[in-house]
C-alpha cells in the first residue's frame, strides 16, 4: 500500500541528489500550476510522490522551477519546446545534462486495481511514441545527456 504521506528530507551531505550535481529538470505531466511549489499528495492525474526532486528542502526552496508542469495532449507544452529547440540549436538552446520524466496516472503503467495488466498495455505505446517522437538517438549532440522515465509497478499479467 502507498503513503500520501510528505516527506521531506533535509539539505545536508547525507541527503545530497544528482540535482546538486548536475544541469537538470523534472517534466511532470499535469504537475499543478499555481503555488509552487506544489507539495500537496494528488492532484487529479498527477502523483507527488512520482516527482522525487520536490523530497528535498533544498529543491523546494532553490529549484523548484526545475520541475515544469507538461501536458502530452498540448502540442507546444515545455518538454516539447525544449527539444524543438535542441533540434533547431543545439549548441544554442542544449538540453539539460539529466532529464526526469514523470508520466501522469494515465501513462504511467499502474494498473488499475479491477483490469490487471491494462497498464502496461496502455503505457507500453506511449513509451514508444514519446521515444520515436522526441528523441533521435543518432544525435551527436545527446551524447552526456541522461533521460529517466519514471513508471509506477504494473501487477498481474
Not at 24 to 47: F, H, S
Request: charge should be negative; proline fraction near 8%; hydrophobic fraction near 30%.
Amino acid at each position: 500500500m502507498h503513503s500520501n504521506r510528505q516527506i521531506n528530507l533535509p539539505d545536508d551531505a547525507q541527503h545530497r541528489t544528482i540535482a546538486d550535481l548536475l544541469d537538470w529538470k523534472n517534466y511532470a505531466e499535469t504537475y499543478p500550476t499555481g503555488v509552487q511549489p506544489y507539495l500537496e499528495a494528488d492532484e487529479r492525474k498527477y502523483a507527488r510522490k512520482h516527482v522525487p526532486f520536490l523530497s528535498f528542502e533544498k529543491i523546494q526552496r532553490e529549484s523548484y522551477r526545475n520541475v515544469v508542469s507538461v501536458d502530452t495532449k498540448e502540442p507546444h507544452n515545455a518538454f516539447v519546446t525544449a527539444i524543438e529547440m535542441f533540434r533547431k540549436d543545439p549548441e544554442k538552446f542544449p538540453l539539460p545534462r539529466y532529464m526526469f520524466y514523470t508520466p501522469n496516472l494515465d501513462d504511467d503503467g499502474h494498473d488499475p486495481f479491477y483490469y490487471p495488466g491494462k497498464g502496461l498495455q496502455k503505457a507500453s505505446p506511449w513509451l514508444e511514441t514519446f521515444f520515436r517522437t522526441w528523441f533521435r538517438w543518432e544525435q551527436k549532440e545527446m551524447k552526456g545527456t541522461l533521460v529517466v522515465v519514471t513508471f509506477d509497478e504494473s501487477e498481474g499479467g
